[in-house]
């Protein structure tokens, strides 16, 4: 069983944020294999699909970002999922826009979905998924930032980032997440 997290917010008035990137890879990945992310449960959108007689669950909390452990905390309970098979996808400051990080496992970096999933699962050890968006290029609040849309010259490189995401989404189920971890990483 591989469980597959994006984080965002929910409503159109954040779709194209910075901080729904999560929940872009989840829209692609889905859009992709032909699923549909539309089961409304576990204050989450989900959907479960199997893939090589693998199942694999797609969720999206509906929680708003700074409460998004509420949601995994019990969709992992209901589906008795291992924090091992848990990946969590989530923008990044601290990576310039459009490149991905895959971990093992950290700290939150002072992400409040990363955090609110840190306290919820009451361990740093979930598999991650960081996309950059880079920080602001003029003086601006982090929370305006990151919920504001991508800037023209951002567009490209993120839309990349999404593809070669869900390429790392696709390649994890059916690889050790190690491999995918230093084939993705390499770029």
Same mark, same amino acid.
């Given at each position: ?19 729904? %990137? ?28 199997? %893939? ?29 999922i291992d ?19 895959l971990r ?37 609040? %982090? ?22 995401? %869900? ?11 190690n491999e ?8």
């Amino acid at each position: 069983m591989k469980c597959i997290v994006g984080l965002g917010n929910p409503g159109k008035k954040y779709e194209k944020t910075r901080h729904n %990137v999560g929940f872009m890879i989840i829209d692609e990945l889905a859009k992709q294999n032909h699923w549909t992310v539309s089961q409304e449960k576990f204050k989450g959108l989900f959907t479960i699909e199997h %893939v090589n007689g693998e199942k694999i669950l797609l969720l999206k909390p509906q929680t708003y970002m700074n409460l998004s452990g509420d949601s995994l905390r019990m969709f992992m309970d209901y589906y008795d999922i291992d924090e091992e098979d848990v990946l969590v996808i989530y923008d990044d400051l601290d990576l310039p826009p459009g490149k991905i990080r895959l971990r093992q496992k950290g700290g939150h970096g002072g992400h409040n979905g990363i955090r609110s999933i840190i306290d919820q699962l009451g361990t740093k050890d979930f598999k991650r998924l960081r996309v950059g968006v880079g920080r602001a290029s003029v003086p601006m609040s %982090v929370v305006d930032y990151v919920l504001g849309t991508f800037d023209k010259d951002q567009q490209g490189p993120v839309s990349e980032a999404v593809t070669q995401s %869900v390429k790392a989404c696709e390649s994890w189920m059916e690889r050790p997440f190690n491999e995918v971890m230093n084939e993705f990483n390499a770029n």
